[in-house]
């Protein structure tokens, strides 16, 4: 059975940054596969963050419009681990961040719904 585990989560201020983690076991990626971040907030859908696609040889990062430029996405095969750096925090970014992954390929990799496998989640909070 897949087990995502996420870290990282902190209360920060305005302008801050945090990187996350999420442990990822019992997942074989094969050919293809996506893993990604996710947030939700207090009376919000959940949404895609950013998420990696992997396709054979070929590594593909999404972000969403609102994190563009101020997230980024990173794995680390060998240990089993996916990250999340986040620079220029704004109270906008406060949510509750999960880990997320799904065998093959998804032509709207950001779309929650997507996704069957999900860590517990880690708490961002950022004030202003």
């Known amino acids: 059975q897949v087990h995502l585990v996420e870290s990282g989560g902190d209360s920060v201020q305005t302008g801050g940054s945090l990187r996350l983690s999420c442990k990822v076991s019992?997942?074989?990626?094969?050919?293809?596969?996506?893993m990604g971040w996710f947030r939700q907030a207090p009376g919000k859908e959940r949404e895609g963050v950013s998420v990696i696609c992997s396709m054979g040889q070929v590594l593909r990062e999404y972000y969403a419009d609102s994190v563009e430029g101020r997230f980024t996405i990173s794995q680390d095969d060998n240990n089993g681990m996916l990250y999340l750096e986040m620079k220029s925090l704004t109270p906008e970014d406060t949510a509750m961040y999960y880990c997320?992954?799904?065998?093959?390929?998804?032509?709207?990799?950001?779309?929650?719904?997507?996704?069957?496998?999900w860590g517990p989640g880690t708490q961002v909070t950022v004030s202003s």
């Open positions: 997320a992954a799904r065998l093959g390929i998804s032509y709207t990799p950001l779309q929650a719904g997507e996704y069957s496998n």
């Open positions: 019992s997942f074989t990626c094969g050919i293809r596969c996506c």
